[in-house]
Each structure stands twice: as structure tokens, then as C-alpha cells.
């Protein structure tokens, strides 16, 4: 009778047991908690032993179409031009005009309202004819057009007309085909330190890297600021600012102290897999893009991280400190959403056009990538 007894008490904990490995075996469970690693909780975010133990785990992959759905705004009627987004590139010069082209078009195609082009006078016209829907301001010029003795006076002008729309935007790409002039960079440098003072995110690419790798003051201890370099491009960066030679066996503790020793600048590696690491957290992106490796892919990388890292900061602000992304990095985010749409439209490109697939055939495919897990009027605001 006791043993009976002991049994019959301890049936209720059985049950409770079975029922807590079903649960946590259960795919909606390890969805959950996935969604909560990706969208990085926020429980002791700053805290130095988290910290710690960041440093010595593993990159965790994003949930990133949940995070594409959580910062998407909907489209509805009550909102007016320029509330999902006006984004500006700076790049373009007399020998590059595909690439501002590429990064301006991606962010009007994944839902930016307005797309800015600031480029030399030899470069706007070219732009202007791949689309109408771009615009184009032929402000920036290079080493040949201007003379010695009026360098200061032109430099200045570059600026006030900059200026004149600077903090109309929610986001700047610095860098698709810039160039590599002197004068044109040191404007460009001026450019960028007014956005840091207005605190204007910036994704820098391309050129945009070779002069912030060259002048790393201009990124650092900027959390607004975001890196995408390629491989070529973060092999410099990491042998400028850590003065050793990329660690591919480490790849993610490397990445994470490159990230932080530039003061918490976002750095979206680009790879097999892209890791994003602000300097607290490393995320993967791993999801199969395309075999095609045409040139232009990372300019609509970097329109994509653009949108969605403004996209990011207004879902933040908005949902107040209540919503499960109010201590997640915007730019984490961005990134996060930016590698994975662009992964998606290459997928869906290369199955339709194979070796053919150019940079203008996964462009048309990111509405359609962004429509498939997040359709239009379903998201978030």
C-alpha cells in the first residue's frame, strides 16, 4: 500500500516531466527560443560578463525572416512620401557609374519612397539615363576638373551643397564606384563627419572602405556606422586595426574583436556565411544564395542594409521600450535583413536565369523575395 501509495503521489510529476521534453522538443518551442537568440533579448546586454561570454561563443544564426517581419512598416493610406525612408548614395565618378546606380535602384526596390544620388558632374548624366526614378545631384568632383589654387573654395561648395539635404535622410551609403581620387575622398571624409554629427546612420562599401580603412577616426566609436567588406576588403581592415592576418578557424572571435576595437561599428563580413558583429554579438546569416558571383551583388547589399537598418531605428523608437528588439542594435539588424533579402533574390534569380544572371536580374527579383515573407500591408507600424 505504501509503495502504492508513493507512486500515485509522484504521477503528477511524471506527467509534468514528459510534458516539459515534449514541449522543449517541440519545433514552435526551438522556434521560440531561437527567435529570442536572434532577436538578442536584451537581458544584461551591456553587462561585462555577458559581454564575456560573447566573446568565446559561437556566432548564433538569425532568425532573419522574423526580424524582416518584425521592422518591415505596412502599407496603408494613411502614410505619407518619405515615411519608408529617403536614402542617399555617395559614389560615383567619370570611371564607376553602375555601382550608385545598383546600391540607389536596390533601395527604392525594397521600399525606400525616395533614393538620392550625389556624384560627380562626369557620372550624373550617365545615371540619370539608367532610371528616372533616381535623384541625382552632380555636386562632387575630382582632382582634374578643379585647379590647385581653388581646391579649398570647391571643397567648401561640395559641402554647403551636401548639407543643403543632409538631414533630410534616414540613411547614407558611402562608397559604390567613388573612385579613388584624393579630392574626392577628402570631401567625402568632410561628407561623413557631418553625417556622424547630425547622427545620420552610414553603410560604407566599396571605395567608401578603402577610405575609412585609410582613416579609420572617421568610423570609430560610431554605433550608427556600418562595415561591409568583402573578402579582399576586410583582409585590410583587419591587418590596419588588429595588425595580424585573418583567422578563418576563428573567424567569429575575429570579426567580434574587429568590431569592437573600431568602438562598436557594425561589421557585416561577407562570405560563404556573413557574420555581423557590432562588438557585443556575432550573427550568421547562412541561408543559400547563388553560385553567380557577377559583379554588383554588394551594392545591392549595401541599398538593402540601408533601408532596412532606417526601417530598423523606426520600429525601435516607435514601439517605445516595450518591444523585444528596444536594446537590439538597429544596425544589426539592418544587416541582418539586408544579407538575407539579398540571398533570397539571388536564390530566385539564378533559378530562373542560371549562368546569364547578371546584377540587374536579382535587383527585379527583391520585391518578390520581400513580398514572399512579409506581403504588403501584413507588417509591422
Request: charged fraction near 20%.
Given at each position: 500500500?505504501?509503495?502504492?501509495?508513493?507512486?500515485?503521489?509522484?504521477?503528477?510529476?511524471?506527467?509534468?516531466?514528459?510534458?516539459?521534453?515534449?514541449?522543449?522538443?517541440?519545433?514552435?518551442?526551438?522556434?521560440?527560443?531561437?527567435?529570442?537568440?536572434?532577436?538578442?533579448?536584451?537581458?544584461?546586454?551591456?553587462?561585462?560578463?555577458?559581454?564575456?561570454?560573447?566573446?568565446?561563443?559561437?556566432?548564433?544564426?538569425?532568425?532573419?525572416?522574423?526580424?524582416?517581419?518584425?521592422?518591415?512598416?505596412?502599407?496603408?493610406?494613411?502614410?505619407?512620401?518619405?515615411?519608408?525612408?529617403?536614402?542617399?548614395?555617395?559614389?560615383?565618378?567619370?570611371?564607376?557609374?553602375?555601382?550608385?546606380?545598383?546600391?540607389?535602384?536596390?533601395a527604392l526596390k525594397i521600399g525606400a519612397d525616395l533614393s538620392h544620388v550625389f556624384c560627380t558632374k562626369d557620372a550624373a548624366t550617365v545615371i540619370k539615363s539608367y532610371s528616372p526614378e533616381l535623384i541625382v545631384h552632380p555636386v562632387l568632383e575630382e582632382s582634374y576638373s578643379v585647379r590647385e589654387e581653388d581646391k579649398k573654395t570647391t571643397s567648401s561648395k561640395v559641402l554647403a551643397e551636401v548639407d543643403k539635404w543632409l538631414?533630410?535622410?534616414?540613411?547614407?551609403?558611402?562608397?559604390?564606384?567613388?573612385?579613388?581620387?584624393?579630392?574626392?575622398?577628402?570631401?567625402?571624409?568632410?561628407?561623413?563627419?557631418?553625417?556622424?554629427?547630425?547622427?545620420?546612420?552610414?553603410?560604407?562599401?566599396?571605395?567608401?572602405?578603402?577610405?575609412?580603412?585609410?582613416?579609420?577616426?572617421?568610423?570609430?566609436?560610431?554605433?550608427?556606422?556600418?562595415?561591409?567588406?568583402?573578402?579582399?576588403?576586410?583582409?585590410?581592415?583587419?591587418?590596419?586595426?588588429?595588425?595580424?592576418?585573418?583567422?578563418?578557424?576563428?573567424?567569429?572571435?575575429?570579426?567580434?574583436?574587429?568590431?569592437?576595437?573600431?568602438?562598436?561599428?557594425?561589421?557585416?563580413?561577407?562570405?560563404?556565411?556573413?557574420?555581423?558583429?557590432?562588438?557585443?554579438?556575432?550573427?550568421?546569416?547562412?541561408?543559400?544564395?547563388?553560385?553567380?558571383?557577377?559583379?554588383?551583388?554588394?551594392?545591392?547589399?549595401?541599398?538593402?542594409?540601408?533601408?532596412?537598418?532606417?526601417?530598423?531605428?523606426?520600429?525601435?523608437?516607435?514601439?517605445?521600450?516595450?518591444?523585444?528588439?528596444?536594446?537590439?542594435?538597429?544596425?544589426?539588424?539592418?544587416?541582418?535583413?539586408?544579407?538575407?533579402?539579398?540571398?533570397?533574390?539571388?536564390?530566385?534569380?539564378?533559378?530562373?536565369?542560371?549562368?546569364?544572371?547578371?546584377?540587374?536580374?536579382?535587383?527585379?527579383?527583391?520585391?518578390?523575395?520581400?513580398?514572399?515573407?512579409?506581403?504588403?500591408?501584413?507588417?509591422?507600424?
Open positions: 500500500m505504501l509503495m502504492k501509495h508513493v507512486m500515485n503521489s509522484q504521477l503528477p510529476l511524471l506527467r509534468c516531466a514528459n510534458t516539459c521534453v515534449l514541449l522543449a522538443s517541440s519545433p514552435v518551442f526551438r522556434r521560440q527560443k531561437l527567435l529570442i537568440r536572434s532577436l538578442g533579448s536584451g537581458i544584461d546586454y551591456h553587462n561585462h560578463n555577458h559581454s564575456e561570454n560573447m566573446q568565446r561563443m559561437r556566432s548564433v544564426e538569425a532568425d532573419a525572416e522574423s526580424i524582416i517581419r518584425a521592422i518591415t512598416p505596412a502599407l496603408d493610406s494613411t502614410r505619407h512620401k518619405g515615411q519608408a525612408g529617403k536614402i542617399a548614395v555617395i559614389g560615383g565618378c567619370r570611371e564607376y557609374t553602375g555601382a550608385p546606380y545598383f546600391a540607389a535602384i536596390s538631414e533630410r535622410f534616414d540613411c547614407l551609403v558611402i562608397g559604390p564606384g567613388l573612385g579613388r581620387d584624393p579630392f574626392l575622398l577628402d570631401c567625402v571624409s568632410k561628407i561623413m563627419r557631418h553625417a556622424r554629427q547630425s547622427n545620420i546612420p552610414i553603410v560604407i562599401d566599396g571605395d567608401g572602405l578603402f577610405l575609412v580603412t585609410d582613416n579609420i577616426d572617421l568610423v570609430s566609436g560610431y554605433t550608427l556606422a556600418v562595415l561591409t567588406p568583402n573578402v579582399n576588403e576586410y583582409k585590410r581592415l583587419v591587418q590596419k586595426v588588429l595588425s595580424s592576418e585573418v583567422n578563418d578557424a576563428d573567424a567569429t572571435q575575429q570579426v567580434l574583436s574587429l568590431a569592437k576595437q573600431i568602438g562598436g561599428v557594425t561589421i557585416l563580413k561577407k562570405g560563404k556565411s556573413d557574420l555581423i558583429s557590432d562588438g557585443d554579438t556575432v550573427k550568421s546569416v547562412t541561408i543559400y544564395g547563388s553560385p553567380r558571383r557577377c559583379g554588383g551583388q554588394g551594392d545591392i547589399l549595401s541599398g538593402s542594409v540601408a533601408v532596412f537598418l532606417s526601417w530598423a531605428r523606426q520600429h525601435i523608437l516607435a514601439a517605445g521600450p516595450d518591444s523585444n528588439l528596444s536594446l537590439t542594435n538597429p544596425a544589426v539588424l539592418g544587416c541582418i535583413a539586408g544579407s538575407a533579402m539579398m540571398r533570397k533574390a539571388a536564390t530566385l534569380a539564378f533559378s530562373n536565369k542560371k549562368r546569364s544572371t547578371v546584377t540587374g536580374d536579382i535587383i527585379e527579383c527583391l520585391g518578390k523575395s520581400l513580398e514572399d515573407i512579409c506581403p504588403a500591408g501584413s507588417c509591422s507600424l
